[in-house]
């Protein structure tokens, strides 16, 4: 018989990015060969995402590009916005499969059942299959508030860094935010577990792993655990290099594990805490389960023990409720914190949310007003520190890309930076040190080995 080809697209966070691994890998090569979304394929899955009404407009715009690609083709559209609105998705043409997020890791068995039964088109059918006919679609959203399964993802598709899935789902259910009900509780494997799928990333040629998690400072609470518990045992595993904690709670980011990372050579220092507001108002507004106070004192913490340590903080613009007052506080705020750059995001009405109900809605003009205004703070900021590095010497693990003869990599304290392209360096970690500073579309270092 021969191969199906099946192609993906992930759309949103780093957990899809892990999650379409470690499903595309479950497919094997003996019966499926996997090709690039933008060929033409048998089967095509796109992961979506709805954190933002622009990013569920994308999942369908993919949707729409690969049953235009090949009318043929099966699609299946799985993850967050299929959990969200099943209905929409399904009677889109050419849509097979609409899984949710807990069912998703069953596509493999799905497609194979349904290739078994005969309903895929052969070469040389010019029916088109029964593409547009739905009477064979599969919908499997289960009731997620439910769910208890994790299963740990990796993602393998840059050959230096993996996305290490550990945590999934949570429990904080913030007034904005309606990951908790696409994703579900929070809840994660156990240490021992967790260990076992990192020791399996460790046998690749990885070098570099990126914990992710939705809320992922709450990993192990259902088993007794907690994530330091976690770091520990990572800190000490053999065949991977450099380990990076991505976004983690500021009231869940203990003294210890800061001092953990400072002492680490394997943990990097490199934070990303989202503050989300920088008013208490807004924070109170927003059910965040701190106060600006707690955030300021995480990042005096992080910079009295690693001065050199990158931190990264998401803020929300525009929460109902913000007032340009408001605004204007939170931005005092931001420029007095010792922080790297900013991720500035638009507030977008998300269904089911709290938030939704509150008055004081802020137009979209002013909400562009005010993230540009944060953009150039972040700008700024990012601008002096990395010329507050120039002169010193770290270590760089170096990528693939070959752009305009250079290729990129990343300091361990998350600097950007590139050399002449030189394929011996692929995957290697390599000592530098920063020469200058540059622009080419965003900041970037050049560096001298
Ligand atoms: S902590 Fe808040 S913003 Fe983050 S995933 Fe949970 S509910 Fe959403």
Same mark, same amino acid.
């Given at each position: 018989?021969?191969?199906?080809?099946?192609?993906?697209?992930?759309?949103?966070?780093?957990?899809?990015?892990?999650?379409?691994?470690?499903?595309?890998?479950?497919?094997?090569?003996?019966?499926?060969?996997?090709?690039?979304?933008?060929?033409?394929?048998?089967?095509?899955?796109?992961?979506?995402?709805?954190?933002?009404?622009?990013?569920?407009?994308?999942?369908?715009?993919?949707?729409?590009?690969?049953?235009?690609?090949?009318?043929?083709?099966?699609?299946?559209?799985?993850?967050?916005?299929?959990?969200?609105?099943?209905?929409?998705?399904?009677?889109?043409?050419?849509?097979?499969?609409?899984?949710?997020?807990?069912?998703?890791?069953?596509?493999?068995?799905?497609?194979?059942?349904?290739?078994?039964?005969?309903?895929?088109?052969?070469?040389?059918?010019?029916?088109?299959?029964?593409?547009?006919?739905?009477?064979?679609?599969?919908?499997?959203?289960?009731?997620?508030?439910?769910?208890?399964?994790?299963?740990?993802?990796?993602?393998?598709?840059?050959?230096?860094?993996?996305?290490?899935?550990?945590?999934?789902?949570?429990?904080?259910?913030?007034?904005?935010?309606?990951?908790?009900?696409?994703?579900?509780?929070?809840?994660?494997?156990?240490?021992?577990?967790?260990?076992?799928?990192?020791?399996?990333?460790?046998?690749?040629?990885?070098?570099?792993?990126?914990?992710?998690?939705?809320?992922?400072?709450?990993?192990?609470?259902?088993?007794?655990?907690?994530?330091?518990?976690?770091?520990?045992?990572?800190?000490?595993?053999?065949?991977?290099?450099?380990?990076?904690?991505?976004?983690?709670?500021?009231?869940?980011?203990?003294?210890?594990?800061?001092? /953990?990372?400072?002492? $680490?050579? @394997?943990?990097?220092?490199? %934070?990303?805490?989202?503050?989300?507001?920088?008013?208490?108002? *807004? =924070?109170?507004?927003?059910?965040?389960?701190?106060?600006?106070?707690?955030?300021?004192?995480?990042?005096?913490?992080?910079?009295?023990?690693?001065?050199?340590?990158?931190?990264?903080?998401?803020?929300?613009?525009?929460?109902?409720?913000?007032?340009?007052?408001?605004?204007?506080?939170?931005?005092?705020?931001?420029?007095?914190?010792?922080?790297?750059?900013?991720?500035?995001?638009?507030?977008?009405?998300?269904?089911?949310?709290?938030?939704?109900?509150?008055?004081?809605?802020?137009?979209?003009?002013?909400?562009?007003?005010?993230?540009?205004? /944060?953009?150039?703070? $972040?700008? @700024?900021?990012?601008?002096? %520190?990395?010329?507050?590095?120039?002169?010193?010497?770290?270590? *760089? =693990?170096?990528?693939?890309?070959?752009?305009?003869?250079?290729?990129?990599?990343?300091?361990?304290?998350?600097?950007?930076?590139?050399?002449?392209?030189?394929?011996?360096?692929?995957?290697?970690?390599?000592?530098?040190?920063?020469?200058?500073?540059?622009?080419?579309?965003?900041?970037?270092?050049?560096?001298?080995?």
């Amino acid at each position: 018989m021969q191969k199906k080809r099946i192609a993906f697209h992930t759309l949103g966070c780093k957990l899809n990015f892990s999650e379409t691994s470690t499903i595309s890998r479950q497919f094997g090569m003996e019966d499926f060969e996997i090709v690039d979304f933008e060929q033409e394929a048998d089967v095509y899955v796109v992961h979506t995402c709805s954190v933002t009404a622009t990013a569920e407009h994308k999942c369908k715009t993919s949707i729409k590009q690969a049953h235009k690609r090949n009318p043929g083709a099966k699609v299946a559209v799985i993850g967050c916005a299929a959990q969200a609105n099943p209905v929409m998705f399904l009677r889109m043409e050419g849509v097979t499969w609409v899984l949710g997020n807990e069912d998703k890791f069953r596509l493999e068995e799905l497609v194979k059942k349904q290739e078994h039964s005969g309903l895929f088109p052969e070469e040389n059918d010019d029916s088109g299959g029964l593409t547009g006919n739905h009477a064979d679609s599969i919908r499997e959203v289960s009731d997620i508030s439910k769910t208890r399964q994790f299963i740990p993802s990796y993602s393998m598709n840059d050959r230096t860094r993996s996305f290490f899935k550990v945590q999934d789902g949570c429990d904080y259910f913030c007034t904005f935010c309606s990951i908790p009900y696409m994703r579900g509780r929070s809840r994660s494997e156990s240490v021992e577990n967790t260990l076992q799928v990192a020791r399996e990333i460790a046998a690749t040629d990885i070098k570099e792993i990126i914990l992710t998690g939705v809320n992922i400072g709450d990993f192990g609470r259902q088993n007794g655990e907690r994530f330091m518990d976690l770091l520990i045992r990572l800190d000490q595993l053999e065949g991977i290099d450099r380990i990076r904690i991505s976004s983690i709670e500021p009231e869940l980011l203990a003294d210890e594990i800061i001092e /953990l990372v400072s002492k $680490s050579g @394997k943990l990097l220092p490199h %934070f990303h805490i989202p503050l989300q507001a920088g008013t208490d108002k *807004v =924070l109170g507004l927003m059910k965040r389960k701190y106060k600006r106070e707690v955030f300021a004192n995480r990042v005096a913490s992080i910079k009295s023990l690693m001065p050199q340590a990158c931190i990264a903080a998401d803020v929300i613009v525009g929460f109902p409720g913000e007032t340009a007052e408001d605004f204007e506080e939170a931005c005092t705020f931001i420029e007095s914190l010792d922080i790297t750059y900013l991720h500035v995001f638009s507030y977008s009405e998300r269904p089911g949310t709290r938030a939704l109900q509150f008055e004081g809605k802020v137009d979209e003009k002013e909400k562009r007003r005010r993230s540009q205004g /944060l953009h150039e703070i $972040s700008e @700024k900021k990012k601008q002096a %520190f990395y010329e507050s590095q120039l002169g010193k010497s770290f270590n *760089v =693990l170096w990528e693939s890309d070959h752009v305009n003869g250079f290729m990129h990599g990343w300091t361990e304290n998350y600097i950007h930076v590139r050399t002449p392209f030189n394929p011996e360096f692929i995957n290697q970690v390599i000592p530098v040190k920063l020469m200058s500073v540059t622009r080419v579309k965003e900041l970037i270092c050049d560096v001298m080995l």
